[in-house]
């Protein structure tokens, strides 16, 4: 996958679907009856990164304030979706130490540590995202251990069942009013298009169970896995 393509035509598609005023609003984020949890593979941008972000959402707060604006706290990117969020699931329906196991053998083949160059957004009708980009195969080839060594096991798991996640972007906003202005909101898009957020190492992964929003207060680390 050619992934600045990929995500210049995600953006694109956000971007003309906002000036026709189609963007979507999530109407669940605060709601007290969302029980969607699942269990995820992912890491963390560093302290640097995030306050970069931070920087360009204090200026579409000012624009948007009504918004949903993603604290340092839950930042991350998603390595591996094992069990997409789903009404109902909890903790007590799997037993974590095999999830484990299977995270370390899938480490095992795949272990050294890569980086992550976080540089402009792409967009969804519904959100906005750091585009992430990287140097070698060494994501490629992780998610392909895990690919494999989930899809040969009995544990429950929903990989690839929404979409085969290939790309390393951040989810940092979410649209949950209407817009004030569209034009002002695309426009700083526009601004920081092709922006340069900073670039890390990823040298741990966190298996957590978390609700759909990765918020910081209903997650739980379940592991963490350092690469070498």
């Known amino acids: 996958m050619n992934l600045k393509e990929h995500y210049n035509k995600l953006y694109c598609d956000a971007i003309e679907k906002t000036k026709a005023n189609k963007y979507q609003i999530d109407n669940l984020i605060d709601s007290p009856l969302d029980s969607r949890y699942g269990i995820t593979l992912l890491t963390r941008p560093d302290t640097p990164v995030k306050n970069k972000i931070q920087e360009f959402l204090t200026k579409l707060r000012t624009l948007e304030p009504n918004q949903y604006f993603y604290p340092n706290t839950d930042l991350h990117i998603t390595i591996m979706s094992i069990i997409s969020c789903y009404s109902g699931f909890n903790?007590?329906?799997?037993d974590t130490e095999n999830y484990k196991k299977i995270v370390l053998q899938s480490?095992?083949?795949?272990?050294?540590?890569?980086?992550?160059h976080f540089k402009g957004l792409t967009a969804s009708p519904s959100c906005i995202m750091v585009q992430g980009f990287i140097?070698?195969?060494?994501?490629a080839s992780l998610r392909e251990s895990l690919r494999l060594n989930f899809n040969t096991s009995n544990l429950e798991q929903s990989i690839d069942k929404r979409y085969a996640i290939q790309t390393a972007h951040s989810t940092?906003?979410?649209?949950?009013?209407?817009?004030?202005?569209?034009?002002?909101?695309?426009s700083l898009l526009e601004e920081y298009k092709e922006h340069t957020f900073g670039s890390f190492t990823v040298n741990t992964l966190e298996l957590v169970y978390n609700d759909w929003y990765q918020r910081d207060k209903k997650v739980q680390k379940l592991y963490t896995f350092p690469l070498y």
């Open 172 to 186: 940092i906003f979410r649209i949950r009013k209407p817009l004030l202005n569209t034009n002002t909101y695309i």
């Open 135 to 139: 140097e070698d195969n060494s994501l």
């Open 107 to 116: 480490i095992a083949a795949n272990s050294q540590k890569f980086t992550i």
């Open 91 to 94: 903790l007590s329906k799997i």
